[in-house]
């Protein structure tokens, strides 16, 4: 060969072959069908069940109210200064539609403006407490050995502590506010997601793909986050639900114990108020009844919405 003759080219990586793109590209495109068919038929079956759709326009209802509050009813109306003529106790009426209170606020701008604490206070105190609870219920599970049985011990301790008591000392401890509540209830109320948590966790982990994971190579993260966490989340997202009502109940109890923030609007506030005029025994009934039955739409519209998705999750629930 001529010393004149350049040097042939050192060939490339080979192209990848059309026809393995082309079956990539029809495996992506058969995922994404294979998810909107289940989320069609979860939708089918959560549209079949009647009481979990009136829940949801329930709480729709709420959410819409709780944000459209500013716009339906001012703050001024709240403003006991702008009252001064309003009437005391007065009944439900074409005027009153829900009846006053004792300083002749409306009850149903009251209502509105409880919404916005009540239900923040339950949702984001009840993703606090799923947040907890799944790493907790994780770790147990996957876990073992000392480590996996200290977790254990921590979590049985927080189930037997009674939920309530642990919240009213924490609520007096710490500076009363609607930060202050959500601490006290996310803190107090994880355990038993941990413990549904946990055993679901024990159930994935006897299965093949997990062992499969696990002679490859893959390390506790990996299997953590990659296989356990994406099994169990559904099984969180129906609890979590569930859990939203108690959340609400346990704000309506701290604010009606007097430990909530006395300056921001909630259920459990006008309930308070309420106890403290004694609304129940000097005939003001609309006083108690009007927050009493705002609560229980609410925590009734959620637990019919949970036991709806976790019948979806658990088929072996529908066909009971």
Same mark, same amino acid.
């Given at each position: 060969?001529?010393?004149?003759?350049?040097?042939?080219a050192a060939p490339?990586?080979?192209?990848?072959?059309?026809?393995?793109?082309?079956?990539?590209?029809?495996?992506?495109?058969?995922?994404?069908?294979?998810?909107?068919?289940?989320?069609?038929?979860?939708?089918?079956?959560?549209?079949?069940? *009647?009481?979990? #759709?009136? =829940? %949801?326009? +329930?709480?729709?209802?709420?959410? &819409?109210? $709780?944000?459209?509050?500013?716009?339906?009813?001012?703050?001024?109306?709240?403003?006991?200064?702008?009252?001064?003529?309003?009437?005391?106790?007065?009944?439900?009426?074409?005027?009153?539609?829900?009846?006053?209170?004792?300083?002749?606020?409306?009850?149903? *701008?009251?209502? #509105?403006? =409880? %919404?916005? +604490?009540?239900?923040?206070?339950? &949702?984001? $105190?009840?993703?606090?407490?799923?947040?907890?609870?799944?790493?907790?219920?994780?770790?147990?599970?996957?876990f073992s050995g000392?480590?996996?049985?200290?977790?254990?011990?921590?979590?049985?301790?927080?189930?037997?502590?009674?939920?309530?008591?642990?919240?009213?000392?924490?609520?007096?401890?710490?500076?009363?506010?609607?930060?202050?509540? &959500?601490? $006290?209830?996310?803190?107090?109320?994880?355990?038993?997601?941990?413990?549904?948590?946990?055993?679901?966790?024990?159930?994935?982990?006897?299965?093949?793909?997990?062992?499969?994971?696990?002679?490859?190579?893959?390390?506790?993260?990996?299997?953590?986050?990659?296989?356990?966490?994406?099994?169990?989340?559904?099984?969180?997202?129906?609890?979590?639900?569930?859990?939203?009502?108690?959340?609400?109940?346990?704000?309506?109890?701290?604010?009606?114990?007097?430990?909530?923030?006395?300056?921001?609007?909630?259920?459990?506030?006008?309930?308070?108020?309420?106890?403290?005029?004694?609304?129940?025994?000097?005939?003001?009934?609309?006083?108690?009844?009007?927050?009493?039955?705002?609560?229980?739409?609410?925590?009734?519209?959620?637990?019919?919405?949970?036991?709806a998705l976790e019948?979806?999750?658990?088929?072996?629930?529908?066909?009971?």
């Open positions: 060969m001529s010393a004149n003759t350049p040097a042939e490339g990586p080979p192209d990848r072959d059309p026809r393995e793109r082309g079956a990539a590209i029809d495996g992506a495109k058969l995922v994404r069908e294979r998810r909107l068919n289940n989320a069609k038929k979860n939708w089918a079956l959560f549209r079949s069940d *009647v009481p979990a #759709l009136l =829940g %949801a326009l +329930v709480l729709l209802f709420f959410v &819409v109210i $709780a944000l459209a509050a500013p716009l339906i009813a001012p703050a001024a109306m709240l403003d006991v200064t702008k009252q001064l003529d309003a009437p005391r106790y007065a009944p439900p009426s074409l005027e009153h539609p829900l009846g006053t209170d004792g300083l002749g606020r409306e009850l149903w *701008v009251r209502i #509105l403006w =409880g %919404a916005r +604490v009540s239900i923040l206070v339950g &949702v984001a $105190a009840t993703v606090m407490s799923m947040v907890i609870g799944t790493i907790m219920g994780l770790a147990a599970g996957h000392l480590f996996g049985g200290l977790i254990m011990r921590v979590i049985d301790f927080f189930i037997v502590l009674p939920s309530l008591l642990l919240a009213i000392v924490l609520s007096s401890v710490l500076e009363r506010g609607v930060f202050t509540i &959500v601490i $006290a209830i996310g803190l107090t109320s994880w355990a038993s997601t941990a413990r549904i948590v946990r055993s679901q966790t024990l159930s994935v982990e006897s299965r093949l793909y997990i062992e499969r994971a696990r002679i490859l190579g893959a390390g506790h993260r990996h299997i953590l986050f990659r296989h356990l966490l994406p099994a169990v989340m559904p099984l969180v997202l129906a609890n979590t639900t569930l859990t939203v009502g108690g959340a609400i109940i346990a704000e309506s109890t701290l604010s009606f114990l007097g430990l909530g923030d006395t300056s921001k609007e909630s259920w459990g506030t006008i309930l308070k108020n309420s106890m403290d005029v004694s609304a129940a025994t000097s005939g003001y009934w609309w006083y108690v009844l009007t927050p009493g039955i705002a609560i229980l739409l609410v925590v009734l519209a959620f637990t019919m919405v949970g036991r019948a979806i999750i658990n088929p072996a629930l529908r066909s009971r």
